[in-house]
């Protein structure tokens, strides 16, 4: 157990805060005078059981941090039920002796004081738990002699979210730095071959290449940067879904084309989602790329829209592609997760396509969902919301049976997977 404490006067930010602390505490009577009285307070509530000063407990109650309420015999009057989980708290008294050390220098001098400690949590494991903590005096409130309030903020989500964004800026600058040093490697062979026309167009390519692997990367970074900026979607429409199939597949078409793979659509019509359109086309668009790059030439990839039994319509995107092994597919929608890293940079991947469809999804109150076995191809769910007048039984539009369409004509006659 560790705990590192901002007394006051140890930083000029300790002390500033140590000031206003002092001002606030002044305020409630925290003057020598003000003191004095406290101590008299506290002589009187040594003797007789303290009470919480009215008022307060309905505070606490509506508190999300762990607060706890400790008299002048440093018995606790009151923890909320948060504390009493982290162990914090054992009947009356408070399980952390630095907590408790801080709780009577706070009684003590009046004096604010904050600090971060951390503590194994027995419920979790023995797990640690790192919390912020505010311990101030409850003085000057009539009943209150002697009352000190710790307020203690578990620290592990945000140190977490910290975590995943350092994460994310060093896996950025990798994976930014990989194309820029193949373009300045290029761009020397390109000098050093300048009487080579023939080899000047060969690393010239490459250059492009190269450069079209970075506008793909920094494209993504945006996309993702500006969803998570809108989640949730702040201003959701009625999308029909047979636009975000006909869009999303308008531009995968060609590369579809290009390796002799059918796009077959299998469509429930007149379904409408709500959110936001283009997020939605790009989602689609992402799996359906996905499909192609990960499936063998001459292959079948459908496209199936329907309604779902929850109030959600559902787009799926089935290939009959390499598959994903089981041992991956928890780990595939985070950010640069890759199962073949050589495979995703050959096909021109981000391995940022996935963080954007799960992200696209949380946007929309929606989900995505996988089923893959490797070597025998994978089916990506998306469900997003139905438009509330959609949502049941709608007689008509539940009778209406599906249609298949052929969206692309590869001669291809592979049966569609199961
Ligand atoms: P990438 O740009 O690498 O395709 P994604 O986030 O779109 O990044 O996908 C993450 C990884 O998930 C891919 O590198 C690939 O290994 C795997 N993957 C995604 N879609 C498929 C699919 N349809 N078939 C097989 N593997 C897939």
């Not at 706890?68 to 018995?75: G, I, L, Q, T």
């Not at 199939?245 to 078409?253: L, S």
Request: hydrophobic share 40%; charged share 25%.
């Amino acid at each position: 157990m560790a705990i590192r404490t901002r007394a006051p006067g140890a930083s000029a930010t300790a002390r500033a805060r140590g000031s206003a602390a002092s001002a606030a505490t002044a305020r409630s009577g925290g003057s020598s005078a003000a003191k004095r009285a406290r101590g008299g307070t506290r002589l009187r509530a040594a003797q007789q059981p303290t009470r919480l000063p009215p008022g307060i407990a309905s505070v606490l109650s509506v508190l999300s941090s762990s607060a706890v309420v400790v008299d002048s015999n440093d018995r606790v009057l009151r923890a909320s039920a948060a504390a009493r989980a982290f162990g914090l708290v054992k009947g009356d008294r408070l399980m952390v002796s630095e907590l408790a050390a801080l709780a009577r220098q706070v009684r003590r001098d009046g004096e604010i004081r904050e600090g971060e400690f951390e503590v194994p949590v027995p419920r979790f494991g023995g797990r640690t738990t790192s919390f912020a903590v505010r311990v101030a005096p409850l003085g000057g409130t009539v009943g209150g002699g002697g009352l000190v309030l710790v307020l203690a903020e578990d620290q592990t989500e945000s140190r977490r979210v910290d975590e995943v964004k350092r994460d994310f800026v060093a896996n950025t600058s990798h994976e930014l730095k990989t194309p820029v040093g193949a373009l300045a490697l290029l761009a020397e062979t390109i000098e050093d071959a300048a009487d080579d026309a023939e080899a000047v167009r060969r690393f010239a390519a490459k250059m492009r290449q190269e450069a079209q692997r970075l506008t793909n990367l920094v494209q993504d970074l945006i996309t993702l940067s500006r969803i998570q900026a809108v989640e949730p979607v702040p201003d959701p429409h009625p999308v029909p879904l047979d636009l975000v199939v006909a869009e999303a597949v308008d531009r995968c078409r060609m590369k579809a084309n290009a390796r002799g793979i059918a796009l077959t659509w299998v469509r429930s019509p007149g379904l409408s989602v709500l959110g936001d359109e283009d997020l939605l086309i790009t989602a689609l668009r992402n799996l359906l790329e996905n499909a192609v790059a990960y499936s063998p030439e001459r292959t079948r990839v459908v496209i199936t829209t329907k309604r779902g039994s929850d109030g959600h319509g559902e787009l799926s995107v089935a290939d009959q592609g390499i598959g994903i092994p089981e041992r991956d597919l928890e780990r595939i929608f985070e950010r640069f997760y890759r199962v073949d890293p050589a495979r995703s940079r050959a096909t021109g991947g981000t391995g940022l396509g996935l963080a954007i469809v799960k992200h696209v999804m949380a946007a929309h109150n929606g989900r995505v969902t996988v089923r893959s076995a490797e070597g025998a191809g994978s089916t990506f769910t998306l469900f997003v919301p139905l438009r509330s007048e959609q949502v049941g039984t709608g007689a008509a539009l539940t009778r209406e049976p599906p249609e298949t369409a052929e969206l692309n004509s590869t001669g291809n006659a592979q049966e569609a997977p199961k």
